[in-house]
């Protein structure tokens, strides 16, 4: 395996044979971590879907995730998921975590498996015109930052009644993203209250907990870690 990779803009460029053995330890390590959480929080590992956050990563890297037996995969860009979707073994999981841009609505939709980021109406009157139905969560900004999407808790309850509405979702949960701190614990109290929302209004998926905060994320009893970084290097 080569230490330095040929690199495209920035971007490493490496086979599927190599690719594997670094993301197979990442792997070992981050199965470690999310064991390690959940047996502080009296869980159980399969309550927690591991999504390899592919958004930037060229086919090589995805496909080797694939041979050790990675499928969820989650990307944010359209024009690169549709690219992926087509170009990739059908037997992966696609979550879209991305902003959906309405004029790009309809397109995601008929795409992925799950979108994890519907967060006004104008998104769901695109989406109810198109047939294919997916598993969606509604982006709660839990950080109360402005620059942050996602809706605000306060707005939460409205826009959840318009996707129970829109008969193509089948919804499933909240998705969040905390701030980005050094020390991840200062953002439990966030997680947490993705979690109370979740409760408040009935819906048990949680996505929340990337690369370096999944550990208070799978404590606050996150579902869905979502995680680039610590899988496959830095973008
Ligand atoms: C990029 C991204 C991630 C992955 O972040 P890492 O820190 O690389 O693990 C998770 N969630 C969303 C919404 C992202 O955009």
Do not use: Y
């Not at 041979?67 to 359209?78: K, N, P, T, V």
Request: proline residues 3%; aromatic residues 4%; glycine residues 6%.
């Amino acid at each position: 395996m080569p230490r330095n990779p040929r690199r495209i803009k920035g971007m490493s460029v490496r086979t599927v044979e190599e690719w594997v053995p670094l993301i197979h330890e990442n792997l070992a390590v981050i199965e470690e971590r999310i064991q390690a959480a959940c047996d502080s929080s009296g869980r159980k590992r399969e309550e927690v879907t591991l999504i390899a956050v592919s958004k930037t990563q060229l086919h090589e890297a995805i496909l080797a995730a694939h041979a050790l037996g990675l499928r969820h995969f989650g990307e944010s860009r359209w024009q690169e998921t549709e690219t992926k979707v087509h170009a990739l073994p059908s037997d992966i999981t696609w979550h879209f975590i991305g902003k959906v841009q309405s004029n790009k609505a309809q397109k995601i939709a008929q795409s992925v498996d799950v979108i994890h980021t519907l967060e006004n109406s104008r998104q769901l009157a695109e989406i109810a015109k198109q047939t294919r139905t997916f598993d969606g969560l509604i982006q709660l900004n839990i950080s109360g930052e402005e620059q942050k999407l996602g809706i605000f808790p306060g707005n939460l309850d409205r826009l959840v009644e318009d996707v129970i509405q829109c008969k193509h979702v089948r919804f499933r949960g909240l998705m969040g993203i905390a701030r980005m701190v050094e020390d991840p614990e200062e953002c439990r109290a966030e997680f947490r209250l993705l979690r109370q929302e979740a409760e408040r209004i009935g819906v048990n998926w949680l996505s929340m907990g990337m690369s370096h905060d999944l550990e208070v994320a799978i404590q606050e009893g996150s579902t869905h870690v979502r995680i680039g970084t610590a899988l496959f290097g830095s973008r």
